[in-house]
């Protein structure tokens, strides 16, 4: 029987609830998975017929040792998902300026590099924004994510520069059609979509994770949005599993984040989902030479 690793974080040991759904449809198709913590260093990867990388949502907060992980699997020819190509480029938040080269919407985003003194109230003024996010480009679950104004922005600014000197930072508007209409995911299991949630943020915040009291639903995207999020797929390499954030802003599905590397899957948002995912795991796995 193939043996896949379903990958977590030391957080999560047994899977989140969300990714155990995955373990019955597995079974029924016969492939034996098992949750196994990334950082562990107990595990044999190379006994695996693949690597799934699912909830390890703490890799931002180790990300040379991921990159170095990532490395040795790909060195030793285990197979992973998303390749490790795909989880280096979409590591870094910098992967939405190729986008954009790539006539892909996003939301409106300023770079600043290492060495351009930027100062944000200024910054924003010129820009024109009245509120934008500050973001780490390596970053994951909101971590170090601040919605601020130009009157707020001083508050920041270390943090900011911190960043810039850093892992590296980005500046991008904020879309008040998070708050009032929601922020769209849209799932999709081997390049074909299969569901989508609209997640809303708590009342007096802006993120829309579960951990800072966001809420999800399943719903059901117009033809517009979804194109659009099934064009975004298109533009990259083939992914066992994709998740396309964004919002609709003056009329347009504008890309958020693409999500390749742990997203959240939203499973139990829809019955079929599970046993969708499965069957498209069926089709990379192949049995370890005995």
């Known amino acids: 029987m193939p043996r896949v690793a379903l990958v977590t974080s030391s957080k999560y040991p047994d899977l989140t609830d969300d990714d155990r759904l995955l373990l019955r449809p597995l079974a029924e198709r016969g492939i034996d998975a098992e949750a196994a913590i990334w950082d562990d260093p107990a595990h044999e ?20 040792a991921f990159l170095r992980w990532i490395a040795l699997l790909e060195q030793a020819k285990t197979p992973v998902w998303n390749s490790a190509a795909l989880v280096r480029w979409n590591a870094n938040k910098s ?9 892909v919407p996003i939301v409106p985003t300023f770079w ?33 994510t601040h919605l601020i104004t130009a009157n707020e922005a001083d508050s920041v600014q270390e943090l900011f520069d911190e960043l810039r000197r850093g892992p590296g930072v980005m500046l991008q508007k904020f ?13 999709f299991f081997g390049g074909q979509y299969s569901h989508a949630v609209l997640k809303t943020a708590k009342s007096g915040d802006f993120r829309v994770q579960s951990d800072f009291g966001g809420t999800d639903q399943a719903a059901d995207p117009t033809a517009q949005v979804l194109q659009a999020a099934t064009r975004i797929v298109q533009t990259v390499e083939a992914t066992l599993y994709a998740r ?10 504008r890309l958020m984040e693409l999500e390749l590397i742990e997203p959240a899957l939203f499973l139990s ?4 989902a599970p046993a969708r995912f499965a069957e498209v795991i069926t089709t990379v796995v192949t049995p370890r030479a005995t």
């Open 112 to 144: 600043p590099e290492a060495g351009d003194p930027v100062r944000l109230r200024e910054t924003l003024h010129e820009l024109g924004w009245a509120k934008a996010v500050v973001k780490p480009r390596v970053s994951a679950t909101a971590h170090r």
């Open 244 to 253: 396309v954030d964004g919002v609709v802003y003056d009329g347009q599905f």
């Open 95 to 103: 992967y939405l300026r190729e986008l954009d080269a790539k006539s």
């Open 175 to 187: 879309m008040d059609g998070v708050v009032t209409e929601g922020e769209w995911s849209l799932i």
């Open 269 to 272: 948002s829809h019955p079929k």
């Open 45 to 64: 990867w190379t006994s695996f017929d693949a690597v799934i990388l699912r909830s390890c949502w703490d890799y931002h907060l180790k990300y040379g």
